[in-house]
Every structure is written in C-alpha cells, then in structure tokens.
C-alpha cells in the first residue's frame, strides 16, 4: 500500500511539473491535482486532459460557472477548485432525466454537500431554460451536447430556447464553453442518440444563432485515427474519440 501511495504521490507530482512546464496557471495544476479528487475520475485524466480544456475554456479565480449536466462530476469538482472560494459552481441537472435515471442528480448532490467544495450548488431545472440565482462568467457543457438532442433522456428541448437562455444568463462578455465527440462531418444530429456523437458544424450554427460569437476552437483533444463511425462507448473507441471544443462569446455590447 505504501509503494502505490508512493507511485501516486510521484505520479501527481509529475503532472504538476509538465502542466506548470507547458504554461498551465497553478491554480489549474493545483485543481487537477486535488488529493479530494477520486480515483476514479483521476484515472481518466489522461484521455481527458482538463488541466489544457480549463486553460483554454479561460475558467479563473473569482469567476462564476453554470455547468449544464454534471453527471458524475468530473468537471464539477475541479471547477470548484479552479474558481476558488471567491467563484462559485452551480452544477444544473435536467429534472426530465431523472425519470429514465433517477439517481442522475446523485453525484452532484453529494458535491455540494461536501465541505471540500462548499462553493458548489446544485440546481435540478427544465432542460429547455437555463436559470441560476445570478448571472454567470462561464456556462459550460462537456460531451453532453449531443445528449440534449436524445428524447428519451431530456425530452430533446428546444436548442434555440435553451441557447438564448445561456445567452441571457451570461455576463456581458461571458463564455460558451462545449466539448463533445465528433460525429461525421454533415451528420448533424444523425449520430446523437445511436453514437452519442454529434457533428460539430451543427453546435456552430446552433450556437452562434443565439447571439454568440466563435472565438476559438482547440485541437487538443482531436484524434484522428477515430473514423467517427462507432458508439463511444464500445470498448474499442471509449476514451480515445476525436471530440472538439468550442469557446464561445457573448458580445460586451
């Protein structure tokens, strides 16, 4: 038992020296580094890269985030970090979902109640409105877009109503922050419920109708030898889908 905590203990210091190397703030190589953190969301932290999704998402100290279907909350605990006592998560689930899945909310729930992460609240809502007790810095959304597309789990709302909703609950200046796995090019909602993918051009002209602008797109997490033809889930392709990430704006004027 030592020799594993050990073996972690170098592994973690490892990851804390390359990400602060590669330009990563520490306050994100400090979040992604949280001993609070379980094992098993640490374990994915390779294919997921959250330490180089935060910094280019431009999530900071003191700011304020709307995360859109926590579901275990892999993000949510890190987020709370990086924001700090000064910022605050709240971690919305869908109150349609949990019809299908009733203990969707659970891992959310039980962040808020930790005292580890004391600045998380979470929210259960309608899938179509976004509503948070304040206007937000940050909405985010990872590899659940395309989720909203599937009837059977949100009642696939309207995705204008709920994007002029995020445009609405933003600050001045805010951002749109949505990774997903990549579908076919020209597929749009094709692939969503079959492949849990969805075509990226697709969440462009969503988005950007609502009144958003795109600033950038990152290739971090691209992988090309994916031919995006397979459910993400398969063993063959889980956790190493090329999946695309979008920064959105919301005009200052």
């Given at each position: 038992?030592?020799?594993?905590?050990?073996?972690?203990?170098?592994?973690?210091?490892?990851?804390?020296?390359?990400?602060?190397?590669?330009?990563?703030?520490?306050?994100?190589?400090?979040?992604?580094?949280?001993?609070?953190?379980?094992?098993?969301?640490?374990?994915?932290?390779?294919?997921?890269?959250?330490?180089?999704?935060?910094?280019?998402?431009?999530?900071?100290?003191g700011?304020?985030?709307?995360?859109?279907?926590?579901?275990g909350?892999?993000?949510?605990?890190?987020?709370?970090?990086?924001?700090?006592?000064?910022?605050?998560?709240?971690?919305?689930?869908?109150?349609?979902?949990?019809?299908?899945?009733?203990?969707?909310?659970?891992?959310?729930?039980?962040?808020?109640?930790?005292?580890?992460?004391?600045?998380?609240?979470?929210?259960?809502?309608?899938?179509?409105?976004?509503?948070?007790?304040?206007?937000?810095?940050?909405?985010?959304?990872?590899?659940?877009?395309?989720?909203?597309?599937?009837?059977k789990?949100?009642?696939?709302?309207?995705?204008?109503?709920?994007?002029?909703?995020?445009?609405?609950?933003?600050?001045?200046?805010?951002?749109?922050?949505?990774?997903?796995?990549?579908?076919?090019?020209?597929?749009?909602?094709?692939?969503?419920?079959?492949?849990?993918?969805?075509?990226?051009?697709?969440?462009?002209?969503?988005?950007?109708?609502?009144?958003?602008?795109?600033?950038?797109?990152?290739?971090?997490?691209?992988?090309?030898?994916?031919?995006?033809?397979?459910?993400?889930?398969?063993?063959?392709?889980?956790?190493?889908?090329?999946?695309?990430?979008?920064?959105?704006?919301?005009?200052?004027?």
């Amino acid at each position: 038992m030592r020799k594993w905590h050990f073996v972690l203990a170098a592994a973690v210091f490892a990851f804390v020296a390359s990400a602060q190397a590669a330009g990563v703030p520490k306050y994100i190589s400090d979040a992604v580094a949280d001993k609070a953190r379980p094992e098993k969301d640490t374990a994915r932290d390779a294919n997921r890269k959250p330490a180089e999704t935060i910094q280019f998402a431009g999530v900071k100290p003191g700011m304020v985030v709307a995360e859109l279907v926590p579901g275990g909350g892999y993000y949510t605990r890190i987020l709370a970090k990086v924001v700090g006592p000064k910022g605050h998560v709240y971690a919305l689930t869908a109150n349609e979902v949990l019809k299908p899945i009733p203990k969707a909310a659970d891992a959310a729930n039980a962040i808020a109640k930790d005292l580890a992460y004391g600045n998380v609240s979470s929210i259960i809502e309608p899938a179509d409105v976004l509503k948070v007790p304040e206007r937000v810095d940050v909405v985010w959304t990872t590899q659940n877009y395309h989720d909203l597309k599937i009837e059977k789990y949100f009642g696939k709302p309207d995705m204008a109503t709920l994007n002029r909703s995020i445009y609405r609950a933003l600050k001045p200046g805010g951002i749109y922050f949505v990774l997903d796995h990549s579908a076919q090019a020209g597929s749009g909602e094709r692939d969503t419920e079959k492949l849990h993918r969805i075509d990226e051009e697709m969440v462009k002209k969503e988005v950007l109708a609502a009144g958003f602008k795109l600033e950038a797109e990152s290739d971090a997490l691209r992988d090309p030898s994916d031919k995006r033809d397979v459910n993400i889930f398969e063993a063959s392709i889980r956790g190493k889908t090329d999946q695309f990430m979008l920064r959105f704006r919301k005009p200052r004027k």
